[in-house]
């Protein structure tokens, strides 16, 4: 399945942290949003391993977008689309 992970995290150490564990998963496409192409193990693990990193009493947040499986086709880009230089979607 296709996700979109987004994250709001104010400390700089536990936010690297975070996008370190989002590189083992997924693409950055903007500065803290991911493009991830999962199974429903993976989707549980990496939930798993970020959960740690988030502290709700600071307002922080993680975002899962599960997409449909025909999203990644439909995707309109304005500007650099990393995930066409990744070869990771259709050029249409």
């Known amino acids: 399945m296709r996700v979109i992970v987004s994250y709001d995290i104010s400390d700089d150490k536990r936010r690297r ?7 083992g998963y997924g693409y950055r496409v903007q500065y803290s949003v991911f493009e991830c192409d999962l199974t429903a193990q993976q989707f549980r ?7 740690p990193y988030i502290k709700t009493k600071e307002m922080e947040s993680i975002r899962f977008y599960p997409l449909p499986a025909d999203a990644a086709e439909k995707v309109e880009v304005m500007g650099h689309d990393i995930a066409r230089v990744l070869g990771t979607v259709a050029v249409v």
């Open 17 to 23: 942290k975070v996008a370190t564990i989002m590189e």
């Open 45 to 51: 693990k990496l939930k798993g391993e970020l959960r």
